[in-house]
């Protein structure tokens, strides 16, 4: 089983920054995992955002976020990163990790990110 926890949400003005963190527990991830982050706003679906496979580092970023959004990851910590700048409201969302092989089937419950115009 893996558990999967957020932090580092919070309130910005638009045009700052914040760095998501999600720390996993539970297993030491192997080279078949990947870990993403998605998002989903007020009356929105849920959407992609960014994942990192694990066994070569190899990043997958969404054409909403890209050249804003970075992922990264500290093996040691067992943990993965969302760095985000230049924020707009339209980021406004609740942020959700996730850890899978073939599919997500793990999930952090999120973090809340708010920018403000």
């Known amino acids: 089983q893996v558990q999967l926890v957020e932090s580092g949400g919070g309130l910005v003005q638009a045009g700052g920054s914040l760095r998501l963190s999600c720390a996993a527990s539970?297993?030491?991830?192997?080279?078949?995992?990947?870990m993403g982050w998605f998002r989903q706003a007020p009356g929105k679906e849920r959407e992609f955002v960014a994942t990192?496979?694990?066994?070569?580092?190899?990043?997958y970023i969404a054409n909403s976020v890209k050249g804003r959004f970075t992922i990264s990851r500290n093996n040691a910590k067992n943990t993965v990163y969302l760095q985000m700048n230049s924020l707009k409201p339209e980021d406004t969302a609740v942020y959700y990790c996730a850890a899978g092989q073939a599919t997500y089937d793990y999930w952090g419950p999120g973090t809340q990110v708010t920018v403000s115009s």
């Open positions: 539970g297993r030491t991830f192997s080279n078949y995992y990947a």
């Open positions: 990192l496979r694990w066994s070569d580092d190899r990043t």
